[in-house]
């Protein structure tokens, strides 16, 4: 009888403490074909990099925030990326959400983004930002 248990036992133990050590973190390359981001859109848990790399010959920016009339944009990130192979890294550690991004030279194109951090334990990421405008707002973009 005991023969049975001390081996089922060591195998119970050692799937115990697999699964409760913690996942090693890991980066997510987000290239920039075509003034676009690729992929456009990512979900990672919490603890994970994005490593964006500029892979065209024009100059980009990867700026956190839905854009330009963000009252939170850039706080977050706000990096250039210039030069051949430049690239940049942000590790997303704090909370489960929605993270709009942007490339400021291409913002009209669009070229934007969004990361979606999960909180690994719930599996939930968040309140979702939401965007809402009615037609005269709409129209007062294009009317002057």
């Not at 050692?14 to 075509?34: E, G, I, K, S």
């Not at 990130?77 to 400021?104: I, Q, S």
């Amino acid at each position: 009888m005991i023969d049975r248990i001390f081996p089922a036992a060591f195998v119970f133990l050692f799937l115990l403490l697999m699964t409760a050590a913690p996942a090693a973190a890991d980066t997510l390359v987000v290239t920039t074909p075509n003034a676009t981001f690729s992929p456009q859109h990512v979900m990672i848990p919490i603890g994970d990099t994005i490593e964006w790399r500029k892979t065209t010959f024009f100059g980009h920016t990867v700026t956190s925030g839905t854009g330009s009339g963000d009252p939170n944009v850039g706080t977050l990130f706000d990096a250039p990326l210039e030069g051949a192979g430049a690239r940049f890294w942000y590790t997303f550690n704090d909370t489960a959400g929605v993270y709009p991004y942007f490339c400021r030279v291409h913002e009209l194109m669009p070229m934007n983004g969004t990361v979606t951090v999960v909180d690994p334990a719930t599996g939930v990421a968040g309140p979702q930002p939401s965007v809402s405008a009615t037609w005269s707002e709409l129209k007062k973009l294009f009317v002057r």
